[in-house]
């Protein structure tokens, strides 16, 4: 049973697929090929990538196989990619250049800011905050001429947000964080709303620990269905689209089984009691 898979609309007016298959750690042709090609026989329409993933090159590569074998065209996915730490501020014309080089594709549908520091600079450094101007000013260039036609940021804190919004020609179409039932980021999800930008799950099983979570696996064994598609269903439920990553062919279509089931109201609570502020995932950019 093939289960049409929803998206939000984004600020520019296009839309973004609520589930895209998140491409952190796949490496090589082969690996890469199966993974995107279980996806791709699962629904799946959305491939996240970025620079530091070393794996632009073996996605493009693997996309200009797949497209046709799937009768698909590239309209029909939605490819993001983000720029590397060590190419903030000056060097941001050339990340972004590259990354289109390396996926093969004219254009990205979304590229983001990876991290708001600067690879080398203490997190106390000021020369931080122009960075993430100039390499803003840089995303905004390339949304102009096409090549990006979304543009947005990750891991960026409420500050980073406030400031971005305050300085920019071209508004972010989406914040991209970690986020799952021990940490909701209301803050700045409240924000993004109030903003028109849309906020993206990533990390959503919680780098896997949330997978053996008792609330999670008393839900999960009520509603018939496994922790990850919980935690999953969790997120696409509000409205936020999911970026599970698995090299397993068999993991990735497990994750994209989400739309034929709805969690109960309870459940929900249940599962947003869990609300800690607990991070999995934690690297010194995100505190500058």
């Given amino acids: 049973l093939f289960i049409p898979i929803s998206s939000v609309l984004l600020n520019t007016g296009a839309r973004m697929p609520l589930l895209g298959l998140g ?31 070393r794996n632009e090159a073996d996605i493009g590569r693997a996309l200009r196989i797949l497209l046709p074998k799937h009768r698909l ?28 080089e390396q996926l093969g594709l004219d254009y990205i549908d979304l590229y983001l800011i990876h991290w708001p520091g600067t690879q080398g600079l203490h997190v106390e450094d000021k020369q931080n905050t122009g960075n993430r ?4 000013e840089t995303l905004e260039e390339f949304h102009a001429e096409g090549k990006f036609c979304a543009i947005g940021v990750s891991n960026y804190t409420t500050r980073h947000m406030q400031e971005l919004l305050r300085g920019c020609r071209v508004f972010p179409a989406v914040l991209q964080v970690e986020f799952h ?108």
Avoid at 26 to 53: C, H, I, K, N, S
Avoid at 133 to 136: A, E, K
Avoid at 256 to 285: N, T
């Fill in 133 to 136: 101007s100039q390499s803003w």
């Fill in 181 to 288: 039932p021990r940490l909701a980021q209301r803050e700045l999800r409240v924000l993004c709303e109030e903003s028109g930008v849309s906020f993206q799950a990533y990390s959503s099983l919680g780098t896997g620990v949330l997978l053996s979570d008792p609330v999670v696996q008393e839900v999960a064994a009520r509603c018939e269905r496994t922790p990850s598609q919980v935690l999953l269903r969790w997120a696409v439920q509000q409205n936020v689209p999911v970026l599970p990553k698995s090299r397993q062919p068999s993991r990735v279509q497990e994750n994209g089984r989400l739309f034929d089931f709805e969690l109960s109201d309870s459940d929900m609570v249940q599962l947003s009691a869990l609300d800690c502020g607990q991070r999995f995932l934690k690297d010194f950019y995100f505190i500058m």
């Fill in 23 to 53: 491409t952190y750690r796949l490496q090589g042709t082969e690996d890469t090929y199966r993974a995107m090609d279980a996806a791709l026989t699962a629904g799946y329409r959305a491939f996240d990538t970025a620079a530091v993933y």
């Fill in 73 to 100: 065209s590239r309209g029909d996915v939605f490819i993001t990619s983000k720029l590397s730490p060590k190419d903030q501020g000056c060097k941001a014309r050339d990340g972004c250049m590259r990354s289109l």
